[in-house]
T-cell receptor, first 112, second 112 residues
Framework: GENVEQHPSTLSVQEGDSAVIKCTYSDSASNYFPWYKQELGKGPQLIIDIRSNVGEKKDQRIAVTLNKTAKHFSLHITETQPEDSAVYFCAARGAGRRALTFGSGTRLQVQP | DAGITQSPRHKVTETGTPVTLRCHQTENHRYMYWYRQDPGHGLRLIHYSYGVKDTDKGEVSDGYSVSRSKTEDFLLTLESATSSQTSVYFC???????????FGQGTRLTVV
């Protein structure tokens, strides 16, 4: 089955700096890669996703890049703000599979 | 926010007792999922459903069973709770198997 590895497990940045979280996946047939943000005491919430026919996608301060050859994808947050502090999860869905496989999460702390 | 309600939100139970968690949706989505979240493991799939009475196992299904008799309800049952099942349980829904999943607020289960 699919295996997703996520790094780093914790990340601390200064407000205004950029943050990058990286994930690798094992199933070369995976075709859908979402990123979720989870705030304390809440369920994960989708912030951006990308499909295998696209190399990059941006939404304001958030971007995701996908390298299918290397089987890795990354989340980029620019101009970080304290409200970006949360746990971020990457996930992947393999072709023909009906559920997402998640990475282990990155705790991002943005220092004011 | 997607219309997903998990109940109960918190539960403490004793080892060996049966426990049922409920997920109710108002979105009429076809797919429903149960994940558990544990430190260092991200979210791991327990069971999922791709329609009424259609369910399948995830990566950590041992000790759990599910039922879906109506589109809007997906029940997760621990037949005989063990301390290793202490976790936060999340229900998720998606309209199609290749679209985003929306998560509920979670149920914190403690088995003593």
């Amino acid at each position: 089955g699919e295996n997703v590895e996520q790094h780093p497990s914790t990340l601390s940045v200064q407000e205004g700096d950029s943050a990058v979280i990286k994930c690798t996946y094992s199933d070369s047939a995976s075709n859908y890669f979402p990123w979720y943000k989870q705030e304390l005491g809440k369920g994960p919430q989708l912030i951006i996703d990308i499909r295998s026919n696209v190399g990059e996608k941006k939404d304001q301060r958030i971007a995701v890049t996908l390298n299918k050859t290397a089987k890795h994808f990354s989340l980029h947050i620019t101009e970080t703000q304290p409200e970006d502090s949360a746990v971020y999860f990457c996930a992947a869905r393999g072709a023909g599979r009906r559920a997402l496989t998640f990475g282990s999460g990155t705790r991002l702390q943005v220092q004011p | 926010d997607a219309g997903i309600t998990q109940s109960p939100r918190h539960k403490v139970t004793e080892t060996g007792t049966p426990v049922t968690l409920r997920c109710h949706q108002t979105e009429n989505h076809r797919y429903m999922y149960w994940y558990r979240q544990d430190p260092g493991h991200g979210l791991r799939l327990i069971h999922y459903s791709y329609g009424v009475k259609d369910t399948d196992k995830g990566e950590v299904s041992d000790g759990y069973s599910v039922s879906r008799s109506k589109t809007e309800d997906f029940l997760l049952t621990l037949e005989s709770a063990t301390s290793s099942q202490t976790s936060v349980y999340f229900c998720a829904i998606s309209e199609k198997d290749n679209t985003e999943a929306f998560f509920g607020q979670g149920t914190r289960l403690t088995v003593v």
